[in-house]
C-alpha cells in the first residue's frame, strides 16, 4: 500500500536537519512512498497548510547543508514551553484542526524532529489519535533516553574552533578572554568544548559559580607565569544565589531569552584581578553551517528509523541512539525533564583533573 507521510522540523535549526529530512525521503522512496514536507513547525499543518512535496530531486544535495530546508519556529500558537522551560498544554482543538489537515491531506504518519518543546507536543499530537514518531534533535544534547542529539557534536566543532583562535590572541595580549556559549540549562555545549578546546575555566548552569573561585584561578595563572586566561560559560551559567542572566522582558507565549552573564562574568573579573578582561558572545553561529561527519551519519541513521518504526506501526516512539544501534523509545520518555551535565560525572571529573576551575565554591577551600 502506498503511503503518504510527513516530516516537519520545530524548535531552532540546527546542523543536521536536512540530512534527516534526506533519509526519511530515500527510506520512504525504497517503500515506494509519498513524503511531504511542513513547513514552520506544527503552525504548517493549519489552514492553509504549507506543504512541500519532498523526492529524490529537490533532497539532492541537501546532505552537508546546514539549517532545514523545511524552516523551524519555536513560537506560535504550537509552543510548549513558556518561561524558564515550563511545558504548556496544546488546546486539543488546536491539534484536533491540524489532524483534520492531515486526513483532507491524506497523510497517515507525522515525523517530528526536534527537541523537548517539539516532542512535547508529538506526545499531545499521539496521545489524541495520531500516528507520530519522533527525532531529537536539539544543539544542548539535553534530551533524556538517547545517548546524543544531532547537532550537538557540530556546535562543540563551531566553539572549539573559536577557543582555538581566542587562544593565540589571548597569549599574544596577556588578556582574558570570555566565551559565551548556548547552554540555557545544560552545559554539554560549554563543558566539551571548553575541555576540547583548552579552557582555564568553564561555567554551567548544573554547578553554581563564585566569583571569587574564578578570580582565584586567574591568580593562581599569574603566579605560574600563565598570563592569559580562557573562561567558558554557558549562557545558562549562573553565580551561587543569583538567578540567570535575561535579554528583554518575559513573554507569556515563548522562553525566556537568556544571555549576558559573559559580560557579566567579563566584568566582574576585571574587577577583581585587575586583568583586561573581552567578552565574545558566540550565539548563533553555533547554530549555522553545515554538520560535521558524525552528524551526518547520525541524523541520516535517525531519518531512515523513523521510516522504519511507521512500517513497523510503531508509533508515540522516538528513534535513539543506544550505541552501536539505533532503537525505539517512547517519546515521554525523552521529554518533561532535560538531561543535564553530571556534576560528579566523568566529563566534569576530567575537567578538574585537568586543573580546570568550575567555579565551584569547593575549591576556595584547596
Known sequence: ???????????????????????????????????????????????????????????????????????AASSGRFSAKTGHGQAGQIPPELIAEAQSSMEHLGISALIAAGGDGTLTIAQQFFEQGTSVVAIPKTIDNDLQATVITFGFDSAVACATDALDRLHSTAASHGRVFVLELMGR???????????????????????????????????????????????????????????????????????AQLGGIGDQ??????????????????????????????????????????????????????????????????IKEAIGKIRTVPPEGNVVSTARALGISLGAASELAS
Open 185 to 255: 540549562y545544560a552545559g554539554w555545549i560549554a563543558v566539551h568544548a571548553g575541555i576540547a578546546g583548552g579552557a582555564d575555566v568553564i561555567l554551567i548552569p548544573e554547578i553554581p559559580f563564585r566569583y571569587e573561585a574564578v578570580a582565584r584561578a586567574i591568580e593562581r595563572r599569574e603566579a605560574a607565569g600563565r598570563k592569559f586566561t580562557l573562561v567558558v560559560v554557558a549562557e545558562g551559567a549562573r553565580e551561587e544565589g543569583g538567578d540567570f542572566a535575561v535579554k528583554g522582558p518575559m513573554r507569556a507565549d515563548k522562553e
Open 265 to 330: 562574568v567579563a566584568a566582574e573579573i576585571k574587577k577583581r584581578t585587575g586583568k583586561e578582561t573581552r567578552c565574545v558572545v558566540l550565539g548563533h553561529l553555533q547554530r549555522g553551517g553545515g554538520p560535521t561527519t558524525f552528524d551526518r551519519l547520525l541524523a541520516t541513521r535517525y531519518g531512515v528509523a523513523a521510516v522504519q518504526m511507521i512500517a513497523g506501526g510503531q508509533f508515540g516512539m522516538m528513534a535513539a541512539l543506544r550505541p552501536p544501534d539505533i532503537v525505539p523509545v517512547p
Open 1 to 71: 500500500m502506498t503511503r503518504r507521510i510527513a516530516i516537519l522540523t520545530g524548535g531552532g535549526d540546527c546542523p543536521g536537519l536536512n540530512a534527516a529530512i534526506r533519509g526519511v525521503v530515500k527510506a520512504s522512496h525504497g517503500l515506494g512512498w509519498d513524503v511531504v514536507g511542513i513547513r514552520c513547525g506544527f503552525e504548517g499543518l493549519l489552514s492553509p497548510c504549507d506543504l512541500l512535496p519532498l523526492n529524490l530531486e529537490n533532497t539532492s544535495g541537501i546532505l552537508t547543508q546546514g539549517g532545514t530546508i523545511l524552516g
